[in-house]
């Protein structure tokens, strides 16, 4: 394994622009609030996090039909978050202090705003008009059967009246697909990563990256799986607007426009729960990484988690590695979805897994989702956008009204008050963060499933010169696991009171719901 890749030991933060921190007071987070706060994240010293790289998520001009993933200009910044000097300035802020960033690329779609979206639709021998999925409709009604992948937005079909067909939109109307069958829109797709990568960029989180290719027949989806809005498995079927071989092609194009630049990263969002289909994009030619989409669907369970990363270490090419995040902007966050306490111990998972740990802003302080009084987003996913708290009163975040209001829990989940409390979630993302980062076997190290009792997953992390046992207890009750003779040191707990504790592998004691670093010596 080619461990001078930097992005094979990097830890990813992902900073949602609107949300992160605002410079201006207008509410809304922008470029220059995040310039502000980038000391959080990596000043470095301890009292940081020590995060390697930022994924960006987009900040691109948008009417904000999908908060941003409908882009109406590659090549700009929103005037709510700056302009191109601000993200020139980011570039250079982030890269002083040694961290790498990663830009969101949405190529599926654009807005219907775009500029390409205007011409193609304007007249049906526009040379534009094949840069999107036109199609005549069917017995009255769409072409096929394909669904939007949000529930509210129905068919994934619209009929645009100026010239009597449909176009296709995966998401909402406002999202039309691009045609990337058609080389003259691969080719302006590339000419906006070289206008990116140019401008200083580290490499691309591509968004739906299982979408980019449709079935050039526009053939209805199975009747088993026409229900279904998202990728579903079936064991002799495929759908037709979702995963096609043909996407890979694509994929392997994009990257050796990055890989002209440099060691850049591909981070693929790849929404297949089917591991043995997502192997497939990751890896060798292809996207560096994606993320695990299993792993996030976890119920609180050991066995779970173990079945589901024991089947990706066995189904992934040797040299790859999947990317394990809790959250994200379309995921619930973590202390919701399972609880304050098993928050922790997700976290010494996430960071002691072989992958890269990517962390969703707010995590590190058990940032909890929110429930809005008014809803914005189409898909229900305004609880987990809600700004950043960085001290309890929220101004840390704006001097003026939030355009999402702060989570109930903000007194205690915030920067200000976690900073100097050793037992605090953010001390524990920052030691858990700096012990990755010192450990061999954690960043390069093999990965070995141990059997163990019920409620709890344990697992061997090892290079030829370390060995570490990472041990999870999932129960409410404490727990004695024995590993065979011999002796380590408890490096690292979830409680902060139990760290450089001399330990007998035949009896380690776990508390309940709690996860330790044990390096066997």
């Known amino acids: 394994m080619d461990t001078e890749q930097w992005w094979r030991s990097a830890v990813i933060y992902q900073i949602y622009p609107r949300s992160f921190a605002d410079s201006d007071g207008d509410g809304i987070g922008d470029l220059p609030g995040i310039i502000d706060h980038l000391d959080h994240l990596n000043n470095g010293t301890s009292r940081s996090l020590g995060i390697d790289a930022v994924w960006l998520s987009p900040f691109y001009p948008s009417p904000q039909a999908d908060f941003g993933y409908d882009i109406s200009d590659y090549r700009a910044v929103d005037p709510v978050y700056g302009d191109l000097a601000d993200f020139g300035k980011l570039v250079d802020e982030v890269h002083q202090r040694g961290m790498r960033l990663i830009v969101d690329l949405v190529m599926n779609h654009t807005s219907d705003q775009h500029p390409w979206f205007a011409e193609s639709r304007s007249d049906r021998t526009n040379p534009k008009r094949d840069w999107y999925i036109w199609a005549d409709g069917r017995d009255g009604g769409p072409p096929n059967n394909w669904l939007s992948s949000f529930e509210r937005c129905g068919a994934a079909w619209t009929l645009d009246p100026t010239t009597g067909q449909y176009y296709l939109h995966s998401f909402t109307p406002q999202q039309p697909d691009l045609n990337l069958r058609n080389p003259r ?76 630049y440099g060691d850049g990263l591909l981070l693929g969002e790849v929404p297949i729960s089917d ?20 792993f996030w669907e976890q119920p609180w369970d050991a ?27 379309d995921i619930s966050r973590t202390v919701s979805r399972y609880g304050p306490a098993q928050a922790r111990v997700a976290a010494l998972m996430q960071f002691t897994l072989r992958g890269l740990p990517c962390v969703y802003y707010g995590e590190e302080i058990g940032m909890a989702d929110s429930a809005p009084p008014v809803v914005f987003d189409v898909d229900g996913r305004d609880g987990q956008r809600v700004p950043m708290q960085w001290e309890p009163t929220g101004t840390g975040f704006t001097t003026g009204t939030p355009w999402l209001p702060f989570g109930r829990d903000i007194a205690t989940a915030n920067v200000r008050v976690q900073d100097h409390d050793p037992g605090s979630m953010l001390n524990l993302y920052r030691r858990l963060i ?88």
């Open 434 to 521: 700096g012990y990755r980062h010192a450990s061999e076997a954690l960043r390069f190290g093999d990965y070995e499933s141990l059997r163990s009792p019920r409620d709890t997953y344990v697992y061997r992390r090892r290079t030829a010169g370390e060995e570490l046992i990472i041990a999870l207890n999932f129960a409410d009750r404490p727990i004695v696991l024995g590993f065979g003779e011999g002796a380590g040191m408890l490096e690292l707990s979830t409680s902060a009171d139990r760290e450089r504790v001399p330990v007998r592998l035949t009896a380690v004691h776990l508390d309940e719901l709690e996860g330790v670093i044990i390096r066997v010596v």
């Open 275 to 294: 591991d043995s289909r997502l192997v497939e994009y990751f890896g060798a030619d292809g996207m560096h990484t994606v993320f695990h989409i299993a």
């Open 303 to 329: 066995a779970a988690f173990r079945t589901t990363v024991d089947g990706m270490s066995a189904l992934a090419r040797p040299d790859a590695l999947p990317t394990y995040a809790l959250a994200t902007h």
């Open 185 to 260: 829109v691969r080719a302006a797709i590339e000419d906006v990563w070289r206008f990116w990568l140019e401008l200083g960029v580290d490499g691309f989180r591509i968004d739906v990256a299982h979408r980019l290719i449709k079935d050039s027949l526009l053939r209805d989806n199975p009747g088993p799986l026409a229900a279904f809005r998202r990728h579903h498995s079936h064991p002799e079927l495929r759908q037709f607007n979702i995963d096609r071989p043909e996407s890979h092609d694509l994929l392997r194009e994009l990257r050796r426009v990055l890989d002209g």
